[in-house]
């Protein structure tokens, strides 16, 4: 093989994984709420895991306990992560569980309020 076949051949085999990662990733509509109303999330799958992203915009409302929840295509909600984590950071990607059939909506929840701070909307149920 000479340089040309195989810089061909690598050129090919990274535009097939772009392309299949590209079609893999759903966004959602903006985070609308009264305290998360900034970015949005993205669906993506990873190593056949369903991960959830936040946008780089996305600002963490000033609540005392926010949390991650998804709401499935039935209405079954599903309470995962603490967004904020030590240090003031937060937990801006997370893998969802298995038990979890697919994502309709992704919540900002108060746990310490018990109050939904925003949300934002896929168009489709991801899985």
Same mark, same amino acid.
């Given at each position: 093989?000479?340089?040309?076949?195989?810089?061909?051949?690598? #050129? %090919?085999?990274?535009? %097939?994984? #772009?392309? @299949? *990662?590209?079609?893999?990733?759903?966004? @959602? +509509?903006?985070?609308?709420? %009264?305290?998360? !109303?900034?970015?949005?999330?993205?669906? #993506?799958?990873? !190593?056949?895991?369903?991960?959830?992203?936040?946008?780089?915009?996305?600002?963490?409302?000033?609540? $005392?306990?926010?949390?991650?929840? =998804?709401?499935?295509?039935?209405? !079954?909600?599903?309470?995962?992560?603490?967004?904020? *984590?030590? +240090?003031?950071?937060?937990?801006?990607? *997370?893998?969802?569980?298995?038990? =979890? $059939?697919?994502? &309709?909506?992704?919540?900002?929840?108060?746990?310490?309020?018990? #109050? !939904?701070?925003?949300? &934002?909307?896929?168009?489709?149920?991801?899985?």
């Amino acid at each position: 093989m000479n340089y040309l076949t195989i810089l061909g051949s690598l #050129t %090919a085999l990274v535009i %097939a994984l #772009t392309s @299949s *990662i590209a079609q893999d990733s759903h966004k @959602s +509509g903006p985070f609308q709420g %009264a305290k998360a !109303n900034t970015g949005y999330v993205t669906h #993506t799958t990873e !190593n056949g895991n369903s991960v959830l992203t936040l946008s780089d915009d996305f600002k963490s409302p000033d609540t $005392p306990d926010p949390h991650w929840q =998804v709401v499935d295509s039935n209405g !079954n909600v599903y309470l995962l992560q603490k967004l904020s *984590i030590k +240090g003031d950071k937060m937990n801006r990607k *997370i893998t969802v569980p298995k038990y =979890v $059939p697919d994502i &309709a909506k992704v919540q900002i929840w108060c746990a310490f309020a018990e #109050t !939904n701070l925003g949300e &934002a909307a896929f168009e489709h149920a991801v899985k």
